[in-house]
Nanobody
């Protein structure tokens, strides 16, 4: 009922930048939170950044000052601008969205994108 499509990953040299996008589609009534997670090989998935509908943001300490999360509510899209990338940022990045959708009645959703690979070379 709710789909997330990510784009923008790729290969970049250390110090470079990438911007990830995540668009939510389906019978969306409201989006409460948009967030980005990442999972490196052999490691657990970790929260990178989140942004509730109120506009406040939360970042992992490892990305503060380098990454910026933003939302375009009119497009149901979230972005993750990643600057000054480091090899340790290499991971699969996943978009997560929580909110309410309509399927006969209003129901909560908690959905994930398929993931996009970010590789930072040294």
């Amino acid at each position: 009922q709710v789909q997330l499509v990510e784009s923008g990953g790729g290969l970049v040299q250390a110090g470079g930048s990438l911007r990830l996008s995540c668009t939510v589609s389906g019978s969306i009534f409201s989006i409460r939170t948009m967030a980005w997670y990442r999972q490196a090989p052999g490691k657990q998935r970790e929260l990178v950044a989140s942004m509730p509908s109120g506009g406040s943001t939360n970042y992992a300490d490892s990305v503060k000052g380098r990454f910026t999360i933003s939302r375009d509510n009119a497009k149901n899209t979230a972005y993750l601008q990643m600057n000054s990338l480091k090899p340790e940022d290499t991971a699969v990045y996943y978009c997560n969205s929580r909110g309410t959708y309509l399927s006969g009645s209003y129901l909560p959703y908690d959905s994930w994108g398929q993931g996009t690979q970010v590789t930072v070379s040294s």
